[in-house]
Structure formats: C-alpha cells, structure tokens
C-alpha cells in the first residue's frame, strides 16, 4: 500500500513537472503583442516631452515684436513601438516674459498663426515616428511685446490618440 501511495505521489510529481516545463509560451505582465491605447492619463508612463525657448529677441517699430523658437523633442520611455500616435499640447512656460499681455490682449502664438484663434495660445500636434521620437523646431512670437524669451516650455497635454505595443 505505501508503495502504491509512494508510486502516485512520483507520477503526480513527475506529471507537475512536465506542465510546469512544457513548451507553451508563459504568461507576463506585458502580452508581447497587447496594444495599449495611449491616453492623456498614461502618456507620461511611455513618452518624455522637452522643450525650450531659446533665440529670444524682440524688435522695435510701429508694432514691438517679441520672437523666440521653440524646440521639442520627444522621446520613448519604454521598448517598443507606437502606432499613429499624435499628441496635442499647448506651451507654456513660467518665465515672467511668457506671461507678459498687454492691454491689446496679445499672447505669444506661432508665427504661423493665422486666426485670432490661434493667436491666443501655442498648441501644437506632434505626430510621433514608431521609434517613439520626435524632434522639430518652431517660430512663436508675441506682438507689442518687448521681453525676450528663453527658457524651458512647459505641457499641458490636450489630447493624445494611438496605441503602444511593448516590446518582447
């Protein structure tokens, strides 16, 4: 009898052993082909946003013209690729001459702004390559303004479409 007992126990152990190490992939915490919606919530968790002001100057004339461009660059945070991920933000900083308004009510915008609309704040849409980057420069400038602006951009991020599939 204990060798009946002693010869099941060794096939349950040996039966354990076999599922424990058979070939089926093993579950992570990661699925290697989960897509991850990408959202304004969880963005920050897998792309690093930087940017700066820099070049500011300003001219004088009949309207002063406050200039400076803005460089941003993204960057992956984790392995992996991103798929049509396009990220919305307006730019801010917290240098004293970004705040500047004059009673004509003048905001520092893209110099390619063409509306009043678009005229009252910097909000720009980067559309990140699948490596996760993103890298370009801009005009912005601000009218009847006369600080010079170089200093670090802050992000309110707007929006954020497109998904991330980790990496293996």
Known sequence: MKKNISAILIILLVSSLLIACSDKPSRTNKNDDEEIE???SNIDDYIGLQGDFVDGD???????CATSTLEIEAYPLEEGRFEDVEITVVCTSTDHGFT??????NYWHLASATSDDERDEIRITLSIRPNGEFER?????CLNNTSCLDAPC???IVSVSGTFIPED
Request: net charge negative.
């Open 137 to 141: 420069s801009y005009a912005v400038e």
């Open 100 to 105: 500047y308004m004059n009673q004509l009510g």
């Open 58 to 64: 300003y001219t004088t004339g009949y309207v002063n």
């Open 38 to 40: 990408l959202t304004t």
């Open 154 to 156: 802050d992000f309110d």
